[in-house]
């Protein structure tokens, strides 16, 4: 554990192909935060989180997770050079098998190496960042109780006892969840969904959990529900990077929040303040 921030995006440009969709992205989130990030179709907030969870490479800046680099390259210091992956004599000899290679790879990027684009998802996940996409992309032919241990495979904590309580604090969060248990997962309401794609993450015992438009496509009540459940989530010790068109009540739950448009924080600050904030009420508060 370090003393700086639980998460950290320095400076982060991500793009694909020849379409820049994150420009330049500085942001952090302590621990114990629920932080919103907030803006228009198109602004960049998916990108962020892909970037943030390793499905998508920066191409500049870096994604710092309690204090390990996880994403780009390290801004500042000089690093010591990287020795080439695949020319290692011992494996141009054959005696060392190239997954085994590969890992030590792995290992050094964590420790700060330069030139690597990142740590593949299953690692950032293990470290303790699990990532719920949208539209949620749970496993409709397998049952519910199924797409829930799949989220637990990831735990390196993992053992029965401690994957059993995982469940009952995922059944405790979402009771229509126990209910369902071995019904197959599409056969669930688009909110039911919604809410084993979260529980599904939360079996991997998270230290941060990336929420992307959690209340898209739910019903009023539904959604109400939703945003009071991140609350406990966070309340239970999880902190919540949180993207949502919905901002008013993203901001009511949330500690600070981003702003971004075309790639860019163009606005940053406490939640209260947000949501006062004459700039973010006439363009995503409906001016109310
Ligand atoms: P939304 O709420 O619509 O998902 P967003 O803020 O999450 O919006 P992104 O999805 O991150 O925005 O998209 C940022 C920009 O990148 C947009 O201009 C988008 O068109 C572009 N983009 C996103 N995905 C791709 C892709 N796979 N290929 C090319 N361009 C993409």
Do not use: C
């Amino acid at each position: 554990a370090s003393d700086g921030p639980l998460l950290e995006v320095r400076d982060a440009e991500v793009a694909y192909g020849a379409v820049t969709a994150v420009r330049g992205i500085s942001l952090r989130v302590e621990a114990g935060e629920v932080v919103a990030l907030l803006g228009a179709n198109g602004a960049g907030k998916t990108t962020t989180l892909r970037m943030i969870s390793g499905l998508l490479p920066p191409a500049r800046g870096a994604v710092w997770f309690d204090g390990t680099r996880i994403a780009g390259a390290p801004l500042s210091g000089p690093a010591p050079a990287a020795p080439p992956v695949r020319s290692a004599p011992a494996e141009r000899a054959g005696r060392v098998s190239r997954g085994r290679h590969r890992d030590a790879a792995r290992q050094r990027d964590a420790a700060g190496q330069r030139d690597v684009p990142g740590l593949p998802v299953h690692r950032v996940t293990a470290l303790g960042i699990s990532h719920v996409p949208e539209g949620r992309r749970i496993f409709p032919a397998m049952t519910v109780a199924e797409n829930l241990a799949m989220g637990a495979y990831l735990d390196r904590r993992r053992d029965r006892a401690e994957t059993l309580r995982g469940l009952d604090r995922v059944h405790a969060l979402f009771p229509r969840l126990a209910e369902r248990s071995r019904q197959p997962a599409g056969t669930l309401s688009g909110g039911e969904q919604q809410m084993l794609a979260i529980g599904r993450a939360l079996m991997a015992r998270p230290r941060l959990i990336l929420l992307d438009e959690p209340s898209l496509g739910l019903a009023p009540l539904l959604v109400a529900t939703i945003f009071e459940v991140i609350r406990e989530i966070n309340a239970g010790g999880t902190t919540v990077l949180l993207v949502e068109q919905n901002a008013a009540a993203a901001l009511r739950i949330s500690h600070r929040g981003y702003v971004l448009d075309t790639g860019t924080v163009v606005l940053e600050g406490g939640a209260d303040d947000l949501a006062r904030d004459a700039r973010v009420r006439d363009a995503y508060l409906g001016g109310s």
